[in-house]
């Protein structure tokens, strides 16, 4: 009897994380929207998705899901955001790199490990985007891929502006 009621509670508890779970498309959207949303805040146009560059980032977020790695990719050409949260706030993660806004001395205007989310972010250059989102264990990977990259030392002057007032 026991043994029925574990295996009854570990069904109920995953199907609650599966239907728990927002969808990929839905975050992916969500992505989107509030990425151009900040871009407009920063007097900078939006970016488009591209399918190839969106393959790129879904193909290494399912890589970085099923080898249990959280680490950058090497040689794509494309800008990068990684996040990792839990899944109940997965589609947090845009605000999460935006957030680093409060780091980046608009003065000074070059990169920092602190702010370089935000900077790539909001860079005026990059044009397309593409998000990857996996789950495992109970958590989100998720990865933008920005095209052209964006946090070249010398250009941030010229792509990453104030909020508007």
Not at 66 to 76: D, L, N, P, R, Y
Request: charged content about 15%; hydrophobic content about 40%; some cysteine.
């Amino acid at each position: 009897m026991i043994q029925i009621i574990r295996l009854l509670f570990v069904l109920l508890l995953s199907v609650s994380i599966i239907y728990g779970a927002p969808s990929i498309a839905t975050l992916k959207a969500k992505f989107l929207n509030e990425t151009n949303a900040y871009r407009a805040l920063h007097q900078v146009g939006p970016v488009i998705v591209n399918a190839t560059i969106e393959k790129t980032a879904q193909d290494y977020a399912t890589e970085l899901a099923t080898t249990k790695q959280f680490k950058h990719s090497s040689g794509t050409g494309y800008g990068e955001n990684l996040a990792y949260a839990s899944i109940s706030i997965a589609d947090t993660a845009v605000k999460m790199w935006y957030d680093e806004v409060k780091d980046y001395d608009f003065k000074k205007a070059t990169y920092s490990p602190s702010s370089g989310h935000f900077t790539q972010l909001v860079w005026k250059n990059s044009k397309q985007v593409g998000f990857g989102v996996a789950f495992a264990d109970g958590a989100a990977i998720i990865v933008c891929n920005y095209s052209p990259p964006g946090n070249f030392m010398g250009q941030f002057k010229e792509n990453v502006f104030p909020k508007k007032a």
